[in-house]
């Protein structure tokens, strides 16, 4: 199985940027992903990183380090609506295993 | 993307009667599906992989007696809780791979809404 670490909780305000780490430890590598959660709700797929390096969609973007089982999230222009549950999950040769999610409240 | 249902989306029963959810990938064929139950404002939990035309994969500490599926079908599967108690009230979310053919697709999990199950 994996070790999955994120933070559990980050405040942020409107318009500002925040940063979600994720370090992982796995065997057999292939792939990590973050999904976005609101309450109540199934996740949502945000971003996914097989490579090294930063991967970016609009507003969000993920950077993956493999040497250093690291990666992280990045949120740009915080919105309201951004206020959720960010989970890291990474994938090995069978299955994807989830970290327990930071909770990202985004403040007026 | 692709889609991914379950029914139903939220499902009240009495103690040591059985529920069944259902997950249907709507768009494509998925020859593997997963459950995982997520307890409040807990991580997503895998209990078992469903590989269409075989016997499921249990995650260790899950009972294959007491979460019984069948994936019968390239767009069906189904969980059932058998001789529900109030310690299996959660949110089961099943997730669907999509697999990549000379057509497209990615092995990219896609995540029906969830059914929250309420044992009383």
């Known amino acids: 199985g994996q070790n999955i670490d994120q933070p559990t909780e980050m405040t942020a305000t409107e318009g500002a940027i925040v940063q979600i780490n994720c370090t992982y430890q796995?065997?057999?590598?292939?792939?990590l992903f973050w999904y976005q959660q609101h309450a109540g709700e199934a996740p949502t797929f945000l971003s996914y990183?097989?490579?090294?390096g930063l991967e970016e969609k609009g507003r969000f973007s993920s950077f993956l380090s493999r040497s250093k089982g690291y990666s992280y999230l990045l949120l740009k222009e915080l919105q309201m609506k951004d206020s959720a549950s960010y989970l890291c999950?990474?994938?090995?040769?069978?299955?994807?295993?989830f970290g327990a999610g930071t909770t990202v409240t985004v403040r007026a | 993307g692709a889609v991914v249902s379950q029914h139903p989306s939220w499902v009240i029963c009495k103690s040591g009667t059985s529920v069944k959810i259902e997950c249907r990938s709507l768009?494509?064929?998925?020859?593997?599906m997963f459950w995982y139950r997520q307890f409040p404002k807990q991580s997503l939990m895998l209990m078992a992989t469903?590989?269409?035309?075989?016997?499921?994969?249990?995650e260790q500490g899950v009972e294959k007696d007491k979460f019984l599926i069948n994936h019968a079908s390239l767009t069906l599967s189904t969980l059932t809780v058998t001789s529900a108690h109030p310690e299996d009230s959660s949110f089961y979310i099943c997730?669907?791979?999509?697999?990549?053919?000379?057509?497209?697709?990615?092995?990219?999990?896609?995540f029906g809404p969830g059914t929250r199950l309420t044992v009383t």
């Open positions: 997730s669907a791979r999509d697999p990549p053919t000379a057509s497209g697709g990615s092995y990219e999990q896609y």
């Open positions: 796995t065997s057999g590598f292939n792939g």
């Open positions: 990183n097989v490579l090294d």
């Open positions: 999950a990474v994938r090995d040769r069978r299955e994807l295993s």
């Open positions: 768009d494509f064929q998925a020859t593997t």
């Open positions: 469903s590989n269409e035309g075989s016997k499921a994969t249990y």
